[in-house]
């Protein structure tokens, strides 16, 4: 059984940076595509970034946050982070992080089967 623990998470002012982190069990950690997903008051769940398993590389971001926000993964801890930068009160959500059934990019949350119970982030204006 598969675990997924986000940290991170909290209330910062406009302008402001936060990182998530993401620990995951199981051996296989490197394999899988990881994704941090979002999910505003009132709104469906969104993309937020993912990042390839050891054997494609790469990464992918959804539009409202490219270039502010950074996936990263390190395969020795188990861990992926969301470094978030020049944060908006549009970004106020709880952000999920997802393990991919395979290691490939993708943005669609159906391909996900592991969810970790996600961390509040929540920006002032």
């Given at each position: 059984?598969?675990?997924?623990?986000?940290?991170?998470?909290?209330l910062?002012q406009?302008?402001?940076?936060?990182?998530l982190?993401c620990?995951?069990?199981?051996?296989?950690?490197?394999?899988?595509?990881?994704?941090?997903?979002?999910?505003?008051p009132?709104?469906?769940?969104?993309?937020?970034?993912?990042?390839?398993?050891?054997?494609?590389?790469?990464?992918?971001?959804?539009?409202?946050v490219?270039?502010?926000?950074?996936?990263?993964?390190?395969?020795?801890?188990?861990?992926?982070?969301?470094?978030?930068?020049s944060?908006?009160?549009?970004?106020?959500?709880?952000?999920?992080?997802?393990?991919?059934?395979?290691?490939?990019?993708?943005?669609r949350?159906?391909?996900?089967?592991?969810?970790?119970?996600?961390?509040?982030?929540?920006?002032?204006?």
């Amino acid at each position: 059984q598969v675990q997924l623990v986000e940290s991170g998470g909290g209330l910062v002012q406009a302008g402001g940076s936060l990182r998530l982190s993401c620990a995951a069990s199981g051996r296989t950690f490197s394999s899988y595509a990881m994704g941090w997903f979002r999910q505003a008051p009132g709104k469906e769940r969104e993309f937020v970034a993912a990042i390839s398993g050891s054997i494609w590389r790469g990464e992918n971001y959804g539009d409202s946050v490219k270039g502010r926000f950074t996936i990263s993964r390190d395969n020795a801890k188990n861990t992926v982070y969301l470094q978030m930068n020049s944060l908006k009160p549009e970004d106020t959500a709880v952000y999920y992080c997802a393990r991919h059934s395979g290691g490939y990019l993708d943005r669609r949350e159906t391909n996900y089967g592991y969810w970790g119970q996600g961390t509040q982030v929540t920006v002032s204006s």
